[in-house]
């Protein structure tokens, strides 16, 4: 990722020193170009993203991602390095996350799927890192969906789950409320927290970021 952003600062120079012969004020140019790059940046790899990402950290491997949405965390874990398998109950959503992850260059490290996470369709232990983003509040049991992250992981492997904070939730209920939809989200992490330690002695960490806290753990059940 830091690549691509030094390479398209590069670009934004050799912009602006073409603009400069048309006696547009370099400095203006950049910087006018350089916004654009950042929010096209912006809306690729949101903070949050980055965030769970960090904590995560890159590897290799194989990586679940359970509520595919948009195609964020799915296109944010194959940056990362991971080999991703990306599921929804939509296909209309799978559609267009395909065409969300083409226009980034790693679509052939995610294989998008059809898919119920409540009834995983793989063996127990298949994967390094499973991972939902702003998903398990859709589920109509995120108790279930959990139950079936820590099955499908491995030992030793990590859970990475990402729910709207109080702030977050304020933010896409309003979003929904202008389109004339109503939003629901009755779930915290902290709900998600206190399950996997009750029923699996599992023991995250928990960090807050702009619009969702951010759980990851070690998959230590048995």
């Known amino acids: 990722m830091v690549d691509f952003l030094m390479y398209t600062i590069v670009l934004a120079f050799d ?28 809306d690729k790899m949101e903070r949050d993203i980055q965030d769970a990402l960090e904590m995560l950290g890159r590897g290799k ?22 080999d991703v398998v990306s599921l929804d109950e939509s296909l209309e959503a799978l559609k267009r996350a395909r065409e969300f992850i083409r226009e980034s260059g790693v679509e052939e490290k995610v294989l998008l799927m059809v898919g119920d996470g409540h009834s995983l369709p793989f063996l127990d232990e298949t994967f390094d890192v499973v991972a939902t983003y702003n998903a398990l509040h859709h589920m109509r049991d995120y108790k279930r969906v959990l139950d079936e992250m820590v099955r499908v992981c491995k030992k030793g492997g990590k859970i990475v789950i990402s729910e709207l904070n109080e702030y977050g939730k304020k933010v896409v209920e309003e ?22 330690e009750k029923e699996y002695r599992i023991v995250g960490e928990i960090k807050p ?12 059940s048995f």
Do not use: P, Q
């Not at 194989?62 to 390095?81: Q, V």
């Not at 389109?179 to 206190?194: C, L, M, P, Q, T």
């Open 15 to 42: 912009y602006a020193r073409l603009e400069l012969a048309s006696h547009v004020d370099i400095i203006s140019c950049f910087l006018s170009l350089l916004k654009k790059i950042f929010k096209i940046w912006g």
């Open 209 to 220: 970021s702009e619009r969702t806290d951010i759980y990851i753990a070690t998959n230590i």
């Open 61 to 82: 491997g194989f990586a679940l991602d359970i509520g595919t949405g948009r195609g964020r965390m799915a296109l944010g874990l194959a940056e990362y390095g991971y």
């Open 175 to 196: 979003s929904h409320r202008k389109r004339g939809s109503h939003h629901e989200a009755n779930i915290s992490i902290v709900d998600v927290s206190s399950y996997l």
